[in-house]
């Protein structure tokens, strides 16, 4: 319960683009934070993009100028729109959330990036 779900993956040649999505039930309010995060084969998991509940945001340097997260209060929902896609940006991407009390991690989502 309260677990976010994200879609949206896939793959893509490089320099093509994806919308991944980050839904969570109605069950979870009070929702602050959003997140991306993103985890490589054989590498650790690393943090993408944030983005408050004033929809201020913040980008890894790799990211930038190439991603952008959004979100929809209204549906307690969570965008990541991927452009310039580089074969180095394949990984599993998580959604993360935080409420005022604990945070939310979903499952992932596999974004590859091939030609």
């Known amino acids: 319960q309260g677990q976010p779900v994200e879609s949206g993956g896939g793959l893509v040649q490089p320099g093509g683009s994806l919308r991944l999505s980050c839904a969570t039930s109605?069950?979870?309010?009070?929702?602050?934070?959003m997140g991306w995060y993103r985890q490589a084969p054989g590498k650790g998991r690393e943090w993408v993009a944030l983005i408050d509940s004033d929809s201020s945001t913040d980008y890894a340097d790799s990211v930038k100028g190439r991603f952008i997260i959004s979100r929809d209060n209204a549906k307690n929902t969570c965008y990541l729109q991927m452009s310039s896609l580089k074969p180095e940006d394949t990984a599993v991407y998580s959604c993360?959330?935080?409420?005022?009390?604990?945070?939310?991690w979903g499952h992932g989502t596999q974004v590859t990036v091939s030609s």
């Open positions: 109605g069950s979870v309010s009070n929702i602050n934070r």
């Open positions: 993360r959330i935080w409420t005022r009390t604990r945070d939310y």
